[in-house]
DNA sequence: GTTCTTGCAAAACTTTTGCAGCAGT
DNA sequence: ACTGCTGCAAAAGTTTTGCAAGAAC
C-alpha cells in the first residue's frame, strides 16, 4: 500500500466508511513507517482530534486488518504494533533501540509451497521476523 | 532442549536454584510441547501446586528465559507462549483450531548470513511463524 | 547464613465491550 | 434514512512489582 488515495480506494471498496478519525489513524501509518503501537498512534493523533478514545483506535486498526490493509505484528514486547505495507516483505527488530527495518530475501520465496506438500498445511501468512542488533547499535558502546 | 535432566543441568549451570515450582513448570514445558500460554501451565500444575501464583509462573519463565532455556513466542492470540525447543525450528500456526507444528526447512537456512551483509544487521534470533490451516482443519467443514 | 525465590495483593498495561448519540453514505 | 462509527467508561485479560516469609545452596 503506497499512497492515502490507495487505501481509502480499497477500504470504500470494502464497506468501510471514510472518517476523520480513520484518515488521521490512515495519515499517521502512512507517513510514519516505524510500525507503531496502538497507543502511539493514539498519543500522536491525540492533539488534533482531541477526543479520539484508545477504544476508536483499537476498533479501527482493527477494521484495517479486516479489509485487508494493514497487518498486526509483534516486536517482542507486549504490545501489538501495526504496518500498512502490504507488499511482501519481512522484519528485522532491532533489540537495542527497538527500530524495525523491512526487508525481503528471495530466499524466503517458496516456503508456502513447500510446507503445503510436506505438512499439508494451507498457509495463508507468513511472518518472519529476525531479532539482533541494527548497524547503529553495534557500532555504539553498549 | 530434551531431558529434564539435561534442562536442570543448564540451569544450576546458569546458577538458577531448582525448587519445585520449576521443576513442575519445566516438567510442564517438556511433557506437552503444545506452546503453552503462562496461563495454561498456571492452571495446569495449580491441582499439585495449590498455592503458586501467577507471579512465580512469569517469574519462572523469565527465568528460564535468561537461562536460554526457553523462548517467548506470540501465535497472535494476546498471550505470550512458551517453547522449550531450542533446536533451530519454526512454527506453523493452525488459525482454525490454534495448534502449533513445529517444522524445519533448510530453505531457511543461511538467511542470517545473507542479513548480515546486506543490511549490517547482527541476527540474534529468527522467529519464523507460518500462519494457516492445518491439514486437519482444511478438511473439516468450516 | 546468605542469597534467591515464593506468594500474595495491588498496580500497570493492553485490549475488548456495551450502548447512547452522531455521522458517513 | 439507514447503518455503521464514535466516545466514554467499565470490564476483561495479561504481565509486572513490592515486600515479608520461606527455601535452596
Redesign the pocket.
Known sequence: MRSYDEAVGLL?GR????????TAILQYLLSHRTHP???EIYRAIQPS?P??????V???L??FQEAGLVRELTAG????RFDVNMVPHHHAVCDRCGKIVDFYHPQLDGLAEAMEEELGFAVTEQRIEVHGLCRECRQRPS
Open positions: 470504500k464497506g468501510v466508511r471514510i472518517t476523520p478519525q480513520r503501537t496502538a497507543d482530534y477526543n479520539v478514545s484508545v477504544a476508536t483499537y476498533n479501527n482493527r477494521a514486547d507486549h504490545a501489538s
